[in-house]
């Protein structure tokens, strides 16, 4: 195996002009994980905001009050308005709220001072996830609005224990960005590196690298490397990105998601060197990239939580290094050092690239046969 | 490259499949140090697989391919540094400059920078194209685009350069400065193997080969083998009335001579010598006849039309 640096120099110079020279491609190696990441950073989020939410009580309820203030100050609620007599199922009908909260006859305190009386809460739940939130939501403020008041409520229905650890606010942004790590970079890797490689085989540019003295090693990693570099530059851009404008927290170390960008890069980059082998035009490296890219991303975890994906697929995942690379960055990122959980996964990653890159140095041929 | 009095390419009875299409059938033929050899035949008669092979591109099916002495598929890394190879595809990046294709092409044959400057200076110098340094190539015109191939493929300074048809679709004026350039990289000692299918630029090659489907079927300096196909040369009719078809079927029908049209004039084979001078008194007011020499085509076509007639 012979692998001469100024070959390598060479290589480097000519794809990173070639980039520089292209604007579609300068746009989609750094724009579009941009644009990505801002999306799932603003836009695109699980989470249930802008609830209406309308209370049926006197006015003068020291509880109801209380209530309307912390779900107004919780950030989950768009109004919070206090009714004295009003038909709770009209309201929701006429959509001026999703969910009505009715104290009972004798008001919140009687009933709290109880502890078991049912309060009723009425819910639209024609959008069955987001209902479910809401009455969580509610259910929440109720219950610390009678703790902060001393009522005893541990035997009623009001009961809540829930910790939510590491996303306090369960917040998707945080738990989207490090994913979308993975998955920007992978989607850029895959198909820029892999069209490169088949553009040289469109136009005939192959056949000079071929007639030249370049070993194999040397044509792979020329043709690979300059896009290990891009791939690591746009790990870090979007980490910046979501550190720096979505506040996300960052609780690990740089080095974690070198290691972990660096491993899944060279995973993602294997592909491409493998797909490039079978194809011929940038158009089937283009297909080709997509044929893994859909499969890819959906048994990833990005989006769905391997654990719920039914057996034969999610056998699927675990040959997926998308899937490793993902949960090591929620992990890195989210939660700092489960120095464990991050070498398990550091490991497979390893083992993946090592079937990967065997299978395309094996078919990355030298000869035009 | 030792320079031992020893053919510099040697192939035998190559022959490379295509599953069960045969592109070469069973070639053999050697080529010899410092001469323009040239290798002529249509599109697809197999010309551009033989240069794969022999620049190690492409393994053979069957048979020996030597250069210097070394099989080629077994000592591939050895021979590349010494064999330049500019492809019958364009393979310069449209989107570098000229400099920054030479650059490229230099390092891929390990010259540091200070080498590929010295060396393109050299080369622009001697194609004469200083001025387009740094002109993106996508700019260039076609003709100039192929002798900054050229140029990409000398600088590494090889010995033995492999030319896959370099002037077509190019203009008459670039082929003639492509065939001053590569009789000047002749002089200098190298050895030039080029294929084309341009019969007049085959003349001025040293030695040529005819393929035909996948074999050869001539072989020769241009003269000898204008005598093997021509051992009689031609003569030219030069018309004083315009006359010419009907003298050509009458030629035909008598079995006189096989003429063709050939501008103004016929060109002709004469087949029965005696009746052709009688016939040519019978008709001196018609007619001239001046003797004239067969091009290469002529050759080739002879050579194609004789084996088609098998």
Same mark, same amino acid.
């Given at each position: 195996?012979?692998?001469?640096?100024?070959?390598?120099?060479?290589?480097?110079?000519?794809?990173?002009?070639?980039?520089?020279?292209?604007?579609?491609?300068?746009?989609?190696?750094?724009?579009?994980?941009?644009?990505?990441?801002?999306?799932?950073?603003?836009?695109?989020?699980?989470?249930?905001?802008?609830?209406?939410?309308?209370?049926?009580?006197?006015? /003068?309820?020291?509880?109801?009050?209380?209530?309307?203030?912390?779900?107004?100050?919780?950030?989950?609620?768009?109004?919070?308005?206090?009714?004295?007599?009003?038909?709770?199922?009209?309201?929701?009908? $006429?959509?001026?709220?999703?969910?009505?909260?009715?104290?009972?006859?004798?008001?919140?305190?009687?009933?709290?001072?109880?502890? $078991?009386?049912?309060?009723?809460?009425?819910?639209?739940?024609?959008?069955?996830?987001?209902?479910?939130?809401?009455?969580?939501?509610?259910?929440?403020?109720?219950?610390?609005?009678?703790?902060?008041?001393?009522?005893?409520?541990?035997?009623?229905?009001?009961?809540?224990?829930?910790?939510?650890?590491?996303?306090?606010?369960?917040?998707?942004?945080?738990?989207?960005?490090?994913?979308?790590?993975?998955?920007?970079?992978?989607?850029?890797?895959?198909?820029?590196?892999?069209?490169?490689?088949?553009?040289?085989?469109?136009?005939?540019?192959?056949?000079?690298?071929?007639? $030249?003295?370049?070993?194999?090693?040397?044509?792979?990693?020329?043709?690979?490397?300059?896009?290990?570099?891009?791939?690591?530059?746009?790990?870090?851009?979007?980490?910046?990105?979501?550190?720096?404008?979505?506040?996300?927290?960052?609780?690990?170390?740089?080095?974690?998601?070198?290691?972990?960008?660096?491993?899944?890069?060279? /995973?993602?980059?294997?592909?491409?060197?493998?797909?490039?082998?079978?194809?011929?035009?940038?158009?089937?490296?283009?297909?080709?990239?997509?044929?893994?890219?859909?499969?890819?991303?959906?048994?990833?975890?990005?989006?769905?939580?391997?654990?719920?994906?039914?057996?034969?697929?999610?056998?699927?995942?675990?040959?997926?290094?998308?899937?490793?690379?993902?949960?090591?960055?929620?992990?890195?990122?989210?939660?700092?050092?489960?120095?464990?959980?991050?070498?398990?996964?550091?490991?497979?990653?390893?083992?993946?690239?090592?079937?990967?890159?065997?299978?395309?140095?094996?078919?990355?041929?030298?000869?035009?046969? | 490259?030792?320079?031992?009095?020893?053919?510099?390419?040697?192939?035998?009875?190559?022959?490379?499949?295509?599953?069960?299409?045969?592109?070469?059938?069973?070639?053999?033929?050697?080529?010899?140090?410092?001469?323009?050899?040239?290798?002529?035949?249509?599109?697809?008669?197999?010309?551009?697989?033989?240069?794969?092979?022999?620049?190690?591109?492409?393994?053979?099916?069957?048979?020996?391919?030597?250069?210097?002495?070394?099989?080629?598929?077994?000592?591939?890394?050895?021979?590349?540094?010494?064999?330049?190879?500019?492809?019958?595809?364009? @393979?310069?990046?449209?989107?570098?400059?000229?400099?920054?294709?030479?650059?490229?092409?230099?390092?891929?044959?390990?010259?540091?920078?200070?080498?590929?400057?010295?060396?393109?200076?050299?080369?622009?110098?001697?194609?004469?194209? @200083?001025?387009?340094?740094?002109?993106?190539?996508?700019?260039?015109?076609?003709?100039?685009?192929?002798?900054?191939?050229?140029?990409?493929?000398?600088?590494?300074?090889?010995?033995?350069?492999?030319?896959?048809?370099?002037?077509?679709? @190019?203009?008459?004026?670039?082929?003639?400065?492509?065939?001053?350039?590569?009789?000047?990289?002749?002089?200098?000692?190298?050895?030039?193997?080029?294929?084309?299918?341009?019969?007049?630029?085959?003349?001025?090659?040293?030695?040529?080969?005819?393929?035909?489907?996948?074999?050869?079927?001539?072989?020769?300096?241009?003269?000898?083998?204008?005598?093997?196909?021509?051992?009689?040369?031609?003569?030219?009719?030069?018309?004083?009335?315009?006359?010419?078809?009907?003298?050509?079927?009458?030629?035909?029908?008598?079995?006189?001579?096989?003429?063709?049209?050939?501008?103004?004039?016929?060109?002709?084979?004469?087949?029965?010598?005696?009746?052709?001078?009688?016939?040519?008194?019978?008709?001196?007011?018609?007619?001239?006849?001046?003797?004239?020499?067969?091009?290469?085509?002529?050759?080739?076509?002879?050579?194609?039309?004789?084996?088609?007639?098998?």
């Amino acid at each position: 195996m012979k692998i001469r640096r100024i070959v390598l120099q060479g290589f480097f110079k000519k794809e990173f002009t070639q980039i520089v020279r292209d604007p579609k491609m300068l746009f989609a190696i750094f724009f579009i994980p941009l644009i990505q990441t801002v999306m799932f950073g603003l836009a695109l989020t699980s989470e249930v905001k802008n609830v209406e939410l309308a209370v049926l009580a006197k006015p /003068s309820s020291r509880v109801a009050r209380d209530i309307r203030a912390r779900a107004q100050a919780s950030g989950w609620f768009k109004v919070a308005d206090i009714f004295e007599h009003a038909d709770p199922v009209s309201l929701i009908e $006429s959509r001026r709220a999703e969910a009505v909260l009715i104290a009972p006859k004798e008001g919140f305190e009687k009933a709290l001072e109880r502890g $078991s009386e049912p309060v009723q809460l009425l819910v639209n739940a024609t959008n069955a996830q987001r209902a479910q939130q809401v009455n969580g939501y509610v259910q929440q403020i109720v219950a610390e609005v009678a703790a902060q008041r001393g009522y005893d409520v541990s035997s009623g229905v009001i009961q809540l224990d829930e910790r939510v650890l590491f996303n306090h606010n369960l917040d998707t942004t945080s738990y989207m960005i490090p994913a979308l790590m993975v998955m920007s970079t992978f989607i850029v890797l895959l198909v820029v590196c892999g069209m490169a490689i088949a553009k040289e085989k469109e136009t005939g540019t192959m056949e000079k690298l071929i007639s $030249s003295p370049c070993t194999v090693e040397e044509i792979m990693l020329g043709k690979t490397l300059p896009y290990f570099v891009i791939g690591l530059v746009i790990v870090g851009l979007i980490l910046f990105v979501g550190v720096a404008w979505f506040g996300i927290p960052f609780r690990g170390s740089l080095w974690q998601v070198g290691v972990n960008g660096g491993l899944f890069a060279l /995973s993602a980059l294997a592909v491409a060197l493998i797909i490039s082998t079978v194809v011929s035009t940038q158009q089937q490296a283009m297909m080709g990239s997509m044929l893994y890219l859909l499969p890819g991303i959906l048994l990833s975890g990005v989006f769905f939580p391997v654990a719920n994906i039914p057996g034969v697929f999610r056998w699927m995942c675990y040959l997926n290094p998308m899937m490793y690379s993902v949960a090591n960055f929620r992990a890195v990122i989210l939660k700092g050092g489960d120095m464990g959980l991050f070498w398990s996964n550091c490991f497979w990653l390893t083992v993946i690239c090592v079937v990967l890159c065997t299978c395309a140095y094996k078919n990355f041929k030298s000869t035009l046969n | 490259m030792n320079k031992e009095h020893k053919p510099i390419i040697r192939v035998e009875n190559l022959t490379v499949a295509f599953g069960d299409f045969k592109a070469v059938d069973g070639i053999s033929f050697s080529v010899e140090r410092g001469e323009i050899f040239g290798f002529l035949g249509a599109n697809g008669a197999g010309k551009t697989t033989t240069i794969r092979c022999i620049c190690g591109l492409l393994n053979p099916t069957q048979g020996v391919v030597e250069v210097d002495g070394k099989d080629v598929s077994s000592s591939t890394l050895v021979l590349k540094p010494h064999i330049g190879y500019m492809s019958q595809k364009f @393979t310069l990046y449209p989107d570098l400059t000229v400099r920054e294709n030479l650059v490229f092409a230099g390092s891929l044959y390990g010259l540091t920078r200070a080498q590929i400057k010295t060396r393109a200076a050299e080369l622009m110098q001697f194609i004469g194209l @200083t001025q387009h340094l740094d002109e993106p190539v996508k700019l260039l015109s076609g003709g100039v685009k192929q002798v900054v191939a050229l140029a990409a493929t000398l600088l590494h300074n090889p010995d033995l350069i492999f030319l896959d048809e370099p002037t077509a679709g @190019t203009s008459p004026a670039t082929r003639a400065d492509f065939w001053r350039l590569i009789r000047t990289l002749a002089q200098n000692g190298k050895t030039i193997f080029v294929t084309t299918h341009y019969m007049d630029e085959a003349e001025y090659c040293g030695r040529i080969v005819l393929m035909e489907r996948g074999k050869i079927i001539a072989a020769g300096t241009p003269q000898a083998l204008k005598k093997q196909f021509f051992p009689q040369p031609p003569v030219e009719l030069l018309f004083k009335r315009p006359e010419q078809a009907r003298v050509r079927a009458e030629l035909k029908a008598r079995n006189i001579a096989s003429a063709q049209m050939f501008g103004d004039a016929l060109r002709a084979e004469v087949q029965d010598a005696a009746r052709f001078d009688k016939y040519t008194r019978q008709n001196q007011a018609i007619f001239d006849v001046h003797p004239a020499q067969p091009t290469l085509e002529d050759v080739f076509l002879k050579a194609v039309c004789g084996r088609e007639g098998k």
